[in-house]
């Protein structure tokens, strides 16, 4: 992820505002300081989302492991199924009489 990503950008924005809002409206913060503040949060932002899209992205992949894994499981068994019923019917016509008409 990079830093300078929406997501990053928005949860830095989220976190460092009353710093900012300090610095610039209340004027109760130097803005040297506020930027140092918005600097740190925005190295805390990039962690964090950068944290939580690995992680997400091995849920994914272990998510559409399972779905392929279920998908062969399926068409086994309608293989299996299908060689059942042909093995049904070559039986019955193992066992019905040769005078009989088809």
Do not use: F, H
């Not at 930027?35 to 932002?45: D, F």
Request: glycine share 4%.
């Amino acid at each position: 992820m990079m830093p300078w990503s929406l997501p990053v950008v928005a949860c830095t924005l989220l976190m460092g505002w009353p710093a900012l809002w300090a610095a610039q409206v209340d004027g109760t913060l130097s803005p040297d300081v506020a930027y140092q503040r918005l600097l740190l949060c925005l190295l805390a932002a990039w962690a964090g989302c950068a944290l939580v899209a690995n992680l997400s992205r091995g849920a994914v992949a272990a998510n559409e492991a399972a779905i392929r894994a279920a998908e062969k499981a399926i068409a086994d068994a309608e293989a299996e199924a299908e060689a059942a019923r042909e093995a049904a019917r070559l039986e019955e016509e193992m066992q019905r009489p040769a005078d009989a008409a088809p």
